[in-house]
């Protein structure tokens, strides 16, 4: 698992499996990010058999069988779409098209597991909603920076065990290292990756409303900059936002890709969450200058303050989770409107962004 590279980033995690060999099988359309990686290890471990993958690039086939020997290579994808022992298909393919994917996969009888962002625009939204309504299948997304992170989901118990009170108020920041040269053209391009907020934004949204117990938010402010990668004039290296949610709380986040080589790790991700009664903050990759380790939690409240250093300790509930409301057609994992709902308040906060820095120099306001 690379921690210099978010793109590659896919943790590791215990195997808990929630059912037995044959019950839950998966095929991968897409290979386009590396996020696929996690997914897939994510769903294994619950107990998920990987039985087929296709991508039209071979060179990214072939490295996907080197780490998932037991997958077969099928020859195009409506030979998974059409297969009736596949459960599931999950996909990493280019951003502006998981929508797209996503409808014939629930079309083909199978639930879905895409990557974030899982849309670029509110109208791929719209249709993944009315799908969802017309065939009753799960449309899940894969928001990495809480669902598999054990710094996070320890954060979440925490509040649900009434450690910090209400909470009021959250701070998060997603700063990424870009690896300029080791990305697709795509990802410079906001026709394909949404921008920023549309994009790392989306982990942010997620994590607010989980964190603040929130059905629905409003976006008050939002900024975006290509500061320092001119020779990409539509790439922006820098976001934040601010919103409002439906039961009071607020939210500020911070995302760029302005990483220093420096750092031990691709990104230093955290949150802070403010409670009435005390706050938490999660350091989920790296505790800089202190400790390489990442999943370090610090909590203070009424009681004093207490440190956590929680890898390999919490686990990755989601995904056992998520196969099992798949073959129930339960909302335990994470409710489908959460999951919609996250998702078009990143494409609301980029689409009314103000553009702070473009290539010619010029403000947009």
């Known amino acids: 698992m690379s921690k210099n590279d978010g793109m590659n980033y896919a943790p590791v995690g215990n195997q808990t499996k929630v059912v037995g060999a044959g019950e839950f099988t998966f095929a991968v359309i897409g290979l386009d990010h590396g996020h696929i990686y996690g997914m897939c290890n994510g769903l294994l471990e619950a107990g998920g058999e990987l039985i087929a993958v296709y991508d039209p690039d071979e060179e990214k086939v072939e490295k996907f069988l080197q780490a998932y020997s037991m997958v077969s290579k099928a020859q195009s994808k409506e030979d998974i779409l059409t297969n009736p022992a596949i459960n599931l298909v999950a996909s990493a393919n280019i951003p502006s098209e998981r929508g797209e994917l996503g409808l014939e996969v629930l079309e083909n009888g199978k639930h879905y597991f895409t990557d974030k962002p899982a849309f670029t625009t509110l109208s791929q939204v719209?249709?993944?909603?009315?799908?969802?309504?017309?065939?009753?299948?799960?449309?899940?997304?894969?928001?990495?920076?809480?669902?598999?992170?054990?710094?996070a989901i320890l954060a979440g118990e925490l509040i649900e065990n009434g450690e910090i009170g209400r909470v009021v108020q959250v701070i998060g920041t997603g700063p990424h290292r870009a690896n300029v040269g080791a990305r697709p053209p795509w990802f410079f391009n906001p026709e394909y990756y949404g921008g920023i907020l549309c994009d790392i934004g989306s982990h942010q949204i997620e994590q607010f409303l989980h964190f603040s117990g929130a059905k629905d938010a409003k976006v008050l402010h939002s900024k975006v900059a290509n500061y320092s990668l001119k020779e990409y004039p539509q790439f922006q290296d820098y976001g934040d936002a601010t919103l409002l949610a439906d039961n009071g709380a607020t939210f500020y986040f911070r995302v760029d890709w302005l990483t220093p080589d420096g750092l031990g790790t691709w990104g230093d991700g955290r949150v802070t969450i403010l409670g009435t009664e005390g706050y938490i903050e999660v350091r989920k990759y790296i505790d800089i200058a202190r400790d390489k380790q990442g999943d370090q939690v610090y909590l203070v409240n009424q009681e004093g303050e207490k440190h956590f250093s929680c890898n390999g300790k919490v686990g990755y509930p989601f995904f056992g989770q998520f196969i099992l409301d798949c073959i129930n057609g339960t909302?335990?994992?994470?409710?489908?409107?959460?999951?919609?709902?996250?998702?078009?308040?990143?494409?609301?906060?980029?689409?009314?962004?103000?553009h702070v820095e473009t290539a010619d120099n010029k403000i947009q306001i």
């Open 126 to 151: 719209k249709k993944a909603r009315e799908k969802v309504s017309e065939t009753g299948l799960k449309w899940g997304i894969y928001y990495s920076e809480r669902l598999h992170v054990e710094g």
């Open 331 to 354: 909302e335990t994992a994470m409710t489908q409107e959460h999951a919609f709902r996250a998702a078009e308040l990143c494409i609301e906060a980029q689409n009314q962004a103000i």
